[in-house]
């Protein structure tokens, strides 16, 4: 089982807000870090330390933490935005494993 | 430009190894962590192990003990050796840049395991 939870599937009306979060205790000391996934693709890195974005992925996707949840938001929904979405970040019982969470379906309505 | 190629996935029988390669261009293996991670038809992601620029490594407990991470410095070379391999190793294998976060993955081998 994983030590990072997700909810499985999240939906979201075109143009609006969403929030995916990732509960785990190693949260409270290590940032999560978000991968978007679409269908037969790699995943790609979206949000990593505290708000970060990699170059080319836009603005409306922004990150942010608190005790033990890390959330996703994504500000003005768009279709192209539908995908899986994973956290990352290090186990809770010591600072060389990495766990991912078990994966959120995002679904642009 | 970072790229990171895989190879070397397949249809093995139960029991029987692999090994995985991902050569990678723009930057350097060695001064760098890597990683790979799996994902099983239908499934999410699974980080499976990770070598530090200075030589340690790491496995998920699923792997551990029959699996291998190494790199060739001289080929900017990732490698994964899979021994003793398992239905439940069936799954396409990512290779990862590990900043703390994977900034850089490649497309993917993917691995069968099946008699």
């Known amino acids: 089982s994983s030590e990072l939870t997700q909810d499985p599937a999240v939906s979201v009306a075109l143009g609006q807000t969403v929030r995916i979060t990732c509960q785990g205790d190693?949260?409270?000391?290590?940032?999560a870090s978000w991968y978007q996934q679409k269908p037969g693709q790699a995943p790609v890195l979206v949000i990593y330390?505290?708000?970060n974005r990699p170059s080319g992925i836009p603005d409306r996707f922004s990150g942010s933490s608190s005790g033990n949840t890390a959330s996703l938001t994504i500000t003005g929904a768009q279709a192209e935005d539908e995908a899986d979405y994973y956290c990352n970040s290090r186990d809770s019982t010591g600072n060389h494993l990495r766990v991912f969470g078990g994966g959120t379906k995002l679904t642009v309505l | 430009e970072v790229q990171l190629v895989e190879s070397g996935g397949g249809l093995i029988q139960p029991g029987g190894s692999l090994r995985l390669s991902c050569a990678a261009s723009g930057f350097t293996v060695s001064d760098n962590y890597m990683s790979w991670v799996r994902q099983a038809p239908g499934k999410g992601l699974e980080w499976v192990s990770v070598i530090y620029s200075g030589g340690r490594t790491y496995y998920a407990d699923s792997v551990k003990g029959r699996f291998t991470i190494s790199r060739d410095n001289s080929k900017n070379t990732l490698y994964l050796q899979m021994n003793s391999l398992r239905a439940e190793d069936t799954a396409v294998y990512y290779c990862?840049?590990?900043?703390?976060?994977?900034?850089?993955w490649g497309q993917g081998t993917l691995v069968t395991v099946s008699s």
């Open positions: 190693s949260l409270r000391t290590y940032y």
């Open positions: 990862a840049r590990d900043v703390t976060y994977f900034d850089y």
């Open positions: 330390g505290k708000n």
